[in-house]
Each structure stands twice: as structure tokens, then as C-alpha cells.
Nanobody, 119 residues
């Protein structure tokens, strides 16, 4: 069993910063890509940022230059530093990880953390 637990969401004014963290635990053999997705009310879920086990990153155009994803492989944890936040960044943010545990490899999701940016 693998669990992803997110932390770091909250309420912030436009222009402010937040740092999200997501820690994976359980019978993990290896973690491949880890990423953050978000879903705003009335909108579809979208990929925000992803990082491979080797450290390669990819970002949505809307957050490029403002958000930075990183990971600590020793702690099975992925982070996302969010700077210059805008009201349109308001959403539930969900951690995703491609995990090999036991004999299986599959995607796991965290429970989500809310980010609210006030104007």
C-alpha cells in the first residue's frame, strides 16, 4: 500500500508565495515521475508541473517562470514552490506519483490541498 500526503496549501494574497510538499510512503521500490495537477471549480484537471526521477522538469505554460518543482528522492518527497501567485491559480492541487511497489507499477494520487489566492 502506498500513500501520498500533501501539505502546504492555504490562503494567500496575489503576488504571494506558497510551498507545497507531497510525501510518499509505503512499500515503495522506486518512484518514477512525480507531479502536481490542479482542478479549479468548473474546470478540468490540468497538469501543472512534473519531474522525472532524474530531475528533468516540465511546466504548464501558465506557471512557467513562477513555479518550481523539485524532489528529494531519499525522502520520496516532491515539492512545488509557487511564487507570484495569481487569483487564477486558485484550485485544489493534487500530487501524483508513478510508483513501483511490490510487483506492480501504477499511478497514485494524494488527497489534495487547497490553494486560494485573493486579489
Amino acid at each position: 500500500q502506498v500513500q501520498l500526503v500533501e501539505s502546504g496549501g492555504g490562503l494567500v494574497q496575489a503576488g504571494g508565495s506558497l510551498r507545497l510538499a507531497c510525501a510518499a510512503s509505503g512499500s515503495i521500490i522506486s518512484i518514477n515521475a512525480m507531479g502536481w495537477y490542479r482542478r479549479a471549480p468548473g474546470k478540468q484537471r490540468e497538469l501543472v508541473a512534473v519531474i522525472t526521477s532524474g530531475g528533468s522538469t516540465n511546466y504548464a505554460d501558465s506557471v512557467q517562470g513562477r513555479f518550481t518543482i523539485s524532489r528529494d528522492n531519499a525522502k520520496n518527497t516532491v515539492y512545488m514552490q509557487m511564487n507570484s501567485l495569481k487569483p487564477e491559480d486558485t484550485a485544489g492541487y493534487y500530487c501524483n506519483a508513478d510508483v513501483t511497489a511490490g510487483w506492480a507499477r501504477r499511478d497514485y494520487w494524494g488527497q489534495g490541498t487547497q490553494v486560494t489566492v485573493s486579489s
